[in-house]
């Protein structure tokens, strides 16, 4: 049984491009959640996928968009790239039920020189 | 707001008790998460409290309180591969699982 999974691993922007993170979630998972965690810090909720629709949303500027498709894979964008982007992101998957239980991938870790 | 508040840092010993606290500041939290992350790895899930009490689970423990918002994990018979950063997570309510993090508790476990 595959858990998440996330492409790339590691990538290295400069300032002002874009990015696109891509995550594919645990067999029978149908939701999946996007964190940004800087170095040393815990990871901060960007935004969540259900049903192709943007569920829920942190306090996370324009620039981060997503989209989930119909076989509940997931993409992250980031436009317009600044050195406070970098940082791991971390795809998340889980079950609507919300029960705080949640399955993370290893991440992309994004430098932003 | 919503904020979890846990220790930046813990140290013990092999095959000692150590535990790891967890206030918040918000009546907004179901229940208290904790995850495990491994030099910036994938942060595993280890327990869940929905209700107040203790929820044991093999060497590791953890206790919730919502009257005092508080929690803890209790790790026992500490192994070196427990050294770790340790977060506790708050799902929100009607918010359909979002979590919302401590900063970490890094523990060290010493021979």
């Known amino acids: 049984d595959a858990g998440v999974t996330q492409s790339p691993t590691h990538l290295i922007k400069t300032r002002g491009q874009q990015v696109t993170l891509r995550c594919s979630p645990k067999?029978?998972?149908?939701?999946v959640s996007w964190y940004q965690q800087a170095l040393g810090q815990g990871p901060q909720f960007i935004f969540q996928?259900?049903?192709?629709?943007?569920?829920q949303r942190g306090n996370f500027p324009d620039r981060f968009s997503g989209h989930q498709f119909p076989n509940y894979s997931s993409e992250l964008n980031v436009n317009a790239l600044l050195l406070g982007d970098s940082a791991l992101y971390l795809c998340?998957?889980?079950?609507?039920?919300?029960?705080?239980?949640?399955?993370f991938g290893e991440g992309s870790r994004l430098t932003v020189l | 707001g919503q904020s979890l508040e846990q220790p930046s840092e813990v140290t013990a010993v092999e095959g000692a008790i150590v535990q790891i606290n967890c206030t918040y500041q918000?009546?907004?939290?179901?229940?208290l998460s904790w995850y495990q992350q491994h030099d910036g790895g994938a942060p595993t899930f280890l327990s869940y409290n929905a209700l107040d009490g203790l929820e044991e689970t093999g060497r590791f423990s953890s206790f919730l309180s919502r009257s005092d918002s508080y929690g803890y994990l209790l790790l026992q018979e500490l192994q070196m591969k427990d050294s770790a950063s340790y977060f506790c997570a708050g799902p929100l309510y009607n918010q359909g699982g979002k979590l919302i993090f401590g900063q970490g508790t890094e523990l060290s476990v010493k021979p």
């Open positions: 918000t009546s907004g939290f179901y229940g």
């Open positions: 067999s029978g998972h149908d939701t």
């Open positions: 998340a998957s889980s079950l609507p039920s919300g029960t705080g239980e949640l399955f």
């Open positions: 996928y259900y049903e192709e629709e943007e569920r």
